[in-house]
């Protein structure tokens, strides 16, 4: 579903994203586990479409994320790192302005279902900038399900979050995976990546250092869990 | 699979409206947007025009449209450039858009539209600030026509500008150098023909002159019309640029 081919993007003399090659199957849950600057973002920006590699290449569903973006933005839901909601507005507006925009039909029936599904009822008509801040992560998720993509990126869906709202995340994250969506997501959490995702990859100065399920993964690198694995390739410290 | 260019742009103005309304349903939105053209017309009308007679004119006559020509372009200009930069680097919204399966053409469509709508509102109130400080003008068509054109062709203006530019600070830039001295230079306050040739030729080069030619005709006379099909001309170059840096547009 993703193949990812000698990826690079360079931000000045910086190399945010050094030579990623990557595949990841339909249905796959892939978590892309890094510290801060790794090059999380930059390469799921560059999926998205929003981003343009310096070298390389990215293809989502055999369509090139330059050459045939519209084909891909079709396919893609995307929950970047920000909350980009328009604050002012409430969660039903968010919702409504984004299935109009992709053209759905029957938007006002198809937005309450949503606000339901994410239980978000109670404010649904509240201005953004009045929810919390698990509620505004559920919004955001919910409105790049709205279009029922095949393939879904989330970057970091739970960061900041405090415990208890992380795992009713990755309730909701492990529903649409069921769903059959192919899922990458990233994130610091090393417990998140394994509760998620059947594979994973550690990236770290925009290179994968580490790739296979978590179980491989302590296998093949020492473990005892797959945190020591990550501290012993260098990928766990703050930068 | 998009037959129609235009789809998308409905819902993508219908958003910007919803959000203008919540500004407008602040009294300050209606006060800042008055209070510069108010105090133009108390010093330079009431004041220091008493004295002063503009083409067998009263200056107050002279006066209003030019400063509704230069809210027209304020207003659409900064509503869509500052818009977009907040959109960009601080609500990220602007992201969503870029993400959606819209045509350059609809983005443009819906964000000049809403520029337009925004500007001629802060027209109106202009208008209504010098009708109330003693402005009676002659009705005419050429002043609405030369404000739609206006509008639409600074709008577009801030869109180019608002997805050129990497942030605030940069768009303060272009407002002070560009957008500004426009307002001070094209015959908002005093007309052309006061100006020495070498000055006055060269500002024939500038979209407000014409709007501010084309908003003080009586009708649609052979100067209207010229200034008119200048304005249009601003326009249509203005609106495929919009159209051209939209398309691509990368991050
Ligand atoms: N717009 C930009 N301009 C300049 N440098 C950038 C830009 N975006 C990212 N970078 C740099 O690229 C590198 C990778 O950044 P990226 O945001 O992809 O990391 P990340 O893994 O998502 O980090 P985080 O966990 O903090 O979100 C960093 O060194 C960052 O400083
Ligand atoms: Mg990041």
């Known amino acids: 579903m993703i193949r990812i081919e000698a990826a690079t993007r ?21 978590g892309l586990l890094g510290p801060n600057g790794a090059g999380k973002t930059t390469l799921v920006r560059m999926l998205s479409t929003l981003a343009r590699p310096d070298g390389g290449r990215l293809a989502v569903g055999g369509h090139d994320t330059v050459t045939q973006a519209g084909a891909v933005k079709r396919l893609l839901g995307v929950v970047f790192q920000e909350n980009n909601l328009d604050r002012d507005l409430s969660p039903r507006q968010n919702l409504t302005f984004h299935a109009r925009l992709h053209r759905l039909d029957h938007v006002e029936k198809r937005v309450a279902a949503m606000i339901g599904r994410l239980g978000l009822a109670a404010k649904a008509d509240t201005p953004v900038d009045r929810l919390s801040g698990g509620q505004r992560r559920r919004l955001v998720i919910g409105r790049a399900l709205m279009t029922e993509p095949k393939v879904l990126l989330l970057d970091e869906p739970t960061t900041g979050l405090d415990p208890a709202i992380r795992r009713d995340l990755w309730d909701l994250v492990r529903d649409i995976r069921d769903g059959g969506c192919t899922i990458v997501l990233t994130t610091h959490y090393v417990e998140e990546a394994e509760a998620l995702c059947g594979r994973v990859g550690i990236i770290n100065h925009g290179r994968i250092v580490a790739l296979g399920s978590p179980e491989e993964l302590v296998a093949r690198h020492g473990g005892p869990r797959l945190e020591d694995v990550v501290v012993a390739l260098g990928a766990g410290g703050r930068e | 699979m998009n037959a129609n260019p235009l789809a998308g742009a409905g819902s993508i103005f219908r958003r910007e409206m919803l959000l203008f309304r919540l500004k407008l349903a602040r009294p300050s939105f209606v006060l800042s947007t008055m209070i510069t053209p108010l105090m133009y017309m108390v010093v330079f009308g009431l004041g220091l025009g008493r004295q002063v007679r503009v083409d067998g004119g009263d200056y107050l006559s002279f006066l209003v ?11 659409s200009f900064n509503w869509v450039a500052s818009g977009l930069n907040i959109a960009r680097f601080y609500h990220r919204t602007w992201q969503l858009v870029m993400l ?53 062709l600074f709008a577009a203006i801030g869109m180019v500008i608002g997805l050129k530019t990497r942030g605030m600070e940069e768009h303060t830039t272009y407002t002070n150098f560009v957008i500004t001295p426009m307002g001070f230079f094209c015959g908002t306050f005093f007309p052309l023909s006061n100006l020495p040739g070498w000055l006055s030729g060269p500002l024939h080069l500038l979209p407000l002159t014409h709007a501010n030619i084309a908003l003080r005709q009586p009708g649609l006379t052979a100067e209207a019309l010229w200034a008119l099909a200048a304005l249009t001309a601003f326009a249509v170059a203005l609106l495929a640029a919009a159209v051209w840096v939209v398309a691509r547009y990368r991050e």
């Not at chain 1, 190399?15 to 339909?26: C, P, Q, R, Y």
């Not at chain 2, 819209?102 to 001629?120: F, I, K």
């Open chain 2, 65 to 75: 449209p030019g400063l509704m020509g230069m809210a027209a372009m304020h207003n």
């Open chain 2, 100 to 152: 959606a399966p819209v045509s350059p053409v609809a983005v443009v469509a819906g964000n000049v539209g809403a520029g337009m709508a925004r500007g001629l509102i802060a027209t109106l109130l202009v208008g209504v600030a010098g009708l109330a400080a003693g402005w009676r003008p002659e009705p005419s068509v050429a002043l609405p026509l030369a404000l739609l054109l206006e509008t639409a």
């Open chain 1, 10 to 30: 360079r931000y000045g003399a910086a190399v945010a994203v050094d030579g990623v090659d990557l595949h990841i199957a339909e249905g796959e849950a892939f």
